[in-house]
């Protein structure tokens, strides 16, 4: 972004200067990364109550077209997950790919429940790339299917063992929901779009409001004992956690998916027919592997690796750290980064250099801490 323009402003700005919280910059927005608590017992809190996080920068948007299959495979040529089979409530991560299967943007959508929303899908990407999206999806669109960006909403996360308990109080519908669905409901007579689901690995919701009403969400949300607004340092933290891929870090255009370990997200129908950017070349990694692979490392002692550090074997550098940090749940430094397919299994030793110093660390399988997703046992089962 040009550093010129003035930085934007989600519509619970205010509210988290009264709260004292310190901003900064980030994807064009002036976003809380703490509050006067400290990232460490915002992250704690989360794990154990219920973490509150303004995801207003998000974009979002409809894709809209005549009947759902329609505007699925309007979709699906533009990203590997198959939608055209999700049923009315369900959600489903996936990527947008570049033609040679690189990553443009990871992103969620959701099919509505509602039936007069047949033909419309929801979909929320990451805050710093939703301008280029939503013009790369735009431009490949067929006639009849349509991109509507919906400035207007906001965008709240509450997450933790907790959130459920105090979703019951203000949106009973909610606590139904299964991991990944949605529905439309109403919290404390406000028109919202609730779907459990969430970035920390903790059981939680994403709710989708009018900005307008968004700061009267927030400050009932935080009325709750169980509640305190966490920043996006904490949110970080709880994410690199959970094993969950950052856009521009762990994932990029330089990356497919079968190399960033996101294989489950590209279902078999897809795997098997193709027809997405860089098919071609996803097939054969699935067939053969990939020439790198995505995992999770634990260092010894205490200091902590960040992005961009070399990973080493035998001296020879085979990769490089994407996303590194302290782990507060686990009272020990951690790390995700690309190594060759032969280094790849949970338990080989690996060298790290920090300050060019090498430390020992072991490949982890991800997530380092597990995690607490609402699955609702199947019929029958």
Not at 159 to 167: C, F, K, R
Not at 255 to 278: C, D, H, V, Y
């Amino acid at each position: 972004m040009d550093h010129s323009e003035p930085l934007l402003e989600t519509p619970l700005f205010s509210a988290h200067r009264a709260l004292g919280a310190r901003m900064v910059p980030f994807a064009g927005y002036q976003m809380p990364v703490q509050y006067p608590d400290g990232i460490l017992a915002e992250h704690g809190w989360a794990r154990i109550h219920a973490g509150l996080f303004d995801v207003s920068h998000m974009g979002q948007a409809l894709l809209k077209g005549p009947d759902h299959a329609t505007t699925a495979r309007a979709l699906e040529a533009l990203a590997p997950a198959d939608f055209l089979n999700l049923a009315p409530g369900q959600q489903r991560y996936s990527q947008l790919l570049a033609e040679d299967g690189g990553i443009i943007d990871d992103f969620m959508v959701t099919r509505p429940l509602a039936p007069e929303w047949d033909g419309t899908l929801i979909l929320v990407v990451n805050a710093a790339c939703k301008a280029g999206d939503f013009a790369h999806i735009a431009a490949h669109l067929p006639a009849g299917v349509t991109l509507i960006e919906r400035p207007e909403r906001a965008l709240l996360a509450l997450q933790g063992p907790e959130a459920a308990a105090v979703m019951a109080r203000h949106c009973p519908q909610a606590t139904a929901l299964d991991f990944m669905t949605s529905i439309p409901t109403d919290f404390d007579g406000i028109p919202v779009e609730v779907s459990r689901s969430g970035y920390t690995g903790e059981d939680g919701f994403e709710i989708s409001v009018e900005n307008e009403s968004a700061p009267l969400l927030w400050a009932a949300l935080l009325a709750e004992p169980e509640v305190k607004a966490i920043g996006l340092g904490a949110r970080d933290s709880l994410r690199l956690e959970a094993g969950l891929c950052l856009y521009g870090h762990d994932i990029d255009l330089s990356t497919s998916p079968i190399e960033a370990a996101l294989n489950w997200s590209i279902q078999k129908r897809r795997r098997s027919e193709g027809g997405f950017p860089g098919a071609g070349r996803i097939q054969d990694e699935l067939a053969q592997g990939p020439a790198r692979v995505r995992v999770g490392l634990r260092l010894e002692g205490r200091a902590p690796a960040r992005e961009g550090a070399e990973i080493t074997s035998d001296g020879a550098v085979v990769g490089r750290v994407t996303s590194g940090g302290f782990a507060p749940t686990l009272g020990a430094p951690i790390a995700m980064g690309y190594v060759p397919p032969a280094l790849s299994a949970p338990g080989t030793r690996v060298d790290v250099l920090v300050r060019g110093k090498a430390l020992a660390a072991t490949v982890a399988s991800l997530p380092f801490v597990p995690t607490r997703y609402a699955r609702k046992p199947k019929a029958g089962a």
